[in-house]
């Protein structure tokens, strides 16, 4: 399973870049407003952060799927080739992946909530398609249970198309999903910075350290003792 950050932040996305093998990045309207910056000035410099082959997940504004469609010109025209173009799995949406499709453009079907968005997104030749899983929790159903059962109709069907699995509260969710073989997983900084906060963890190498320090003076280590 790939593991993207759900962020827009660039001092969030290199500060998890330093520890964590990460295969991208993801954005939304809503994202972008938080970052307080012109669009693709943001956008621009994660991409030059990243690199060009990396992931990158961008959505587009307009509702007509015309102005989807141009939306995503300027998108993968601004940020280059490996952009998914983000649309929302709306009628208008499904055309527009249509249209993009056959013009050689990778899509992404978000505001994924139903089954039923995420088989017409992959019929209309979607990359992906992103279901909200927290966001469908709080409506009362089991976000987890509609990605799998996604996951169930692409794999049944033979269809190509993957889950970029977002919105996530906490890290089994993430897990339950690599559990099950999703293609990926968008994580908000906050989320993938609590995988391993662990008590047991920091306290096995404290005790590793203080035994060895014990043994070789204070601040000694394998290149120094
Ligand atoms: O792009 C959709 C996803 O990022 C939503 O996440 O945390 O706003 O529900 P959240």
């Known amino acids: 399973m790939k593991l993207l950050i759900d962020d827009a932040d660039i001092a969030k996305i290199k500060e998890i870049y330093r520890y964590y ?16 910056r012109q669009p693709y000035d943001v956008l621009a410099e994660i991409r030059s952060f990243i690199g060009a082959e990396a992931d990158f997940h961008v959505q587009v504004i307009a509702r007509t799927a015309e102005g989807m469609v141009e939306d995503a010109h300027r998108i993968v025209k601004e940020l280059g080739q490996n952009t998914f173009v983000k649309i929302p799995s709306v009628p208008e949406g ?6 993009l ?25 979607a990359s992906f398609v992103a279901p909200y899983i927290n966001r469908i929790d709080n409506m009362g159903f089991d976000g987890i249970h509609v990605a799998k ?6 794999r049944s069907n033979g269809m190509a198309t993957q889950i970029l699995a977002a919105s996530f509260k906490n890290s089994q969710q993430v897990l339950e999903l690599c559990r099950y073989g999703v293609g990926s997983a968008t994580v908000s900084p906050d989320v993938i910075n609590s995988f391993l906060k662990n008590a047991a963890i920091d306290a ?7 035994d060895f320090e014990g043994l070789t003076g204070k601040g000694k280590t394998m290149a120094t003792c």
């Open 21 to 36: 093998p990460i295969d991208g990045v993801t954005t939304n309207p809503s994202i972008l407003a938080k970052s307080g």
């Open 94 to 99: 499904f055309r527009a992946m249509q249209i």
């Open 101 to 125: 499709t056959s013009e050689g453009i990778r899509t992404t079907g978000t505001a994924v909530y139903t089954p039923m968005q995420a088989y017409l997104a992959a019929k209309s030749g």
């Open 149 to 154: 059962e996604i996951q169930d109709i692409f």
């Open 204 to 210: 096995a190498v404290d005790a590793f350290v203080a």
